[in-house]
């Protein structure tokens, strides 16, 4: 039985939830607009600020959609009114960000500049040079674009050296030991 999928959805105030005929979700609220296609077996039920997912049969396939679902409609209402971010640190000498206009230029040790354009929805803040912070209302695209920042230089276990999650554990590996 799918714990998650049973929970209910309160709906802040300022927040509007509507489905479309072709099972699409629609949240509006303070920051933004965000929809979402949901499978055709789950029914979005609203009642006043409340919103339940129900499923159709008891099978596996159903419940596993059934708390996807319920945990989509969540994240997108959370995205509308508080929006998401993910800060990441920059670990190394001469590892430094910034910002020009859209694009955010790191030094990262190769021969040139990394430069990045900020997708749609989508801000980088630079506080200092070795520090980002991605913020954005829909939790899959903060997530992906900050995965793709990490990509250029992932943490390595010796000295710890690249970009990091805030708060991320590197697990750290003793180097070679001379005679």
Avoid: C
């Avoid at 508080?82 to 990262?108: D, H, I, S």
């Avoid at 990045?116 to 803040?125: A, F, L, S, W, Y």
């Amino acid at each position: 039985m799918s714990r998650i999928g049973l929970k209910e959805i309160v709906v802040p105030e300022g927040v509007e939830v509507k489905v479309l005929e072709n099972n699409t979700v629609v949240v509006k609220g303070p920051k933004g607009e965000l929809n979402e296609k949901l499978d055709e077996a789950m029914k979005v039920v609203i009642e006043g600020n409340i919103v339940k997912v129900e499923r159709p049969t008891e099978n596996k396939k159903h419940k596993s959609l059934h708390g996807l679902s319920r945990t989509l409609i969540a994240n997108m209402i959370e995205g509308v009114t508080k929006g998401y971010e993910k800060k990441l640190e920059l670990v190394g000498v001469g590892y430094r960000a910034q910002k020009q206009g859209k694009k955010l230029v790191m030094n990262l040790g190769f021969s040139h500049p990394v430069e990045m354009e900020d997708p749609e929805g989508i801000t980088v803040e630079v506080p200092n040079q070795t520090e980002l912070i991605v913020k954005g209302i829909n939790k899959q695209q903060v997530g992906n674009y900050s995965a793709k920042i990490r990509d250029w230089r992932k943490p390595e276990p010796y000295k710890g050296k690249g970009i990091k999650y805030a708060g991320e554990i590197i697990r750290r590996k003793e180097g070679k030991t001379g005679k």
